[in-house]
């Protein structure tokens, strides 16, 4: 049984129903005792300020994983995501992109970027909680460098 480590998740996505979903989905994890502190930014340009400790968010967590949407005003979320990649403090935190976008190419960008995954925001709220729910299980249970 792997020993169980509270995750800190900063969730990029300008959508506050999409947010509310993920939000719920942590909240019923903590009822199982699993424990997750999440933290919300809506466009690209705050991710990074989040992520590289600036302006208001100079004392910001640094995150075991980041949820990011692709298409955020500001920056986009694959400029967010070549960013993050370059650096040498942020590059090994997973990013798994959550997007609408069914474009390949996108895929592919993203991928090519250094995400550690693609997945497609399903349509359904149902849907998107099974979805999370695999999310947190995987990321639970893998190693992760400090």
């Known amino acids: 049984m792997p020993i169980e480590r509270r995750m800190t998740i900063l969730v990029v996505e300008d959508d506050a129903y999409h947010y509310e979903l993920i939000e719920r989905s942590v909240r019923s994890?903590?009822?199982?005792?699993v424990r997750y502190?999440?933290?919300?930014?809506k466009d690209g340009e705050e991710a990074l300020d989040f992520l590289f400790r600036r302006k208001n968010y100079a004392q910001a967590p640094r995150p075991n994983l980041v949820?990011?949407?692709l298409r955020l005003p500001k920056k986009s979320g694959l400029e967010?995501?070549?960013e993050v990649k370059?650096?040498?403090r942020l590059r090994k935190i997973p990013v798994v992109?959550?997007?609408?976008?069914t474009d390949e190419e996108?895929?592919?960008r993203a991928y090519d970027s250094g995400a550690a995954g693609f997945l497609q925001k399903p349509a359904s709220p149902e849907e998107f909680d099974r979805l999370l729910t695999t999310v947190w299980e995987y990321w639970r249970i893998a190693k992760l460098p400090d």
């Open 106 to 108: 996108d895929m592919v």
């Open 37 to 41: 502190d999440l933290f919300w930014v």
């Open 29 to 33: 994890l903590e009822k199982a005792n």
């Open 97 to 101: 992109v959550l997007t609408v976008s």
């Open 67 to 69: 949820l990011l949407d």
């Open 86 to 88: 370059k650096d040498e």
């Open 80 to 82: 967010v995501l070549e």
